[in-house]
């Protein structure tokens, strides 16, 4: 039985851009955090 690559090439793209899009989430979270420490420390 050989696999079907066109149902496994989806998941694994979706896989992908759902991680690279919660490290960006996290990132963009730190960055706001760390912007908003910086600002009330003033």
Avoid: F, H, Y
């Avoid at 992908?16 to 990132?27: E, F, G, L, Q, T």
């Amino acid at each position: 039985m050989t696999l079907d690559v066109g149902w496994v090439a989806p998941i694994i793209a979706a896989s992908i851009v759902a991680s690279v899009a919660m490290i960006a989430c996290w990132a963009s979270g730190l960055r706001n955090r760390g912007q908003e420490r910086w600002e009330n420390s003033e």
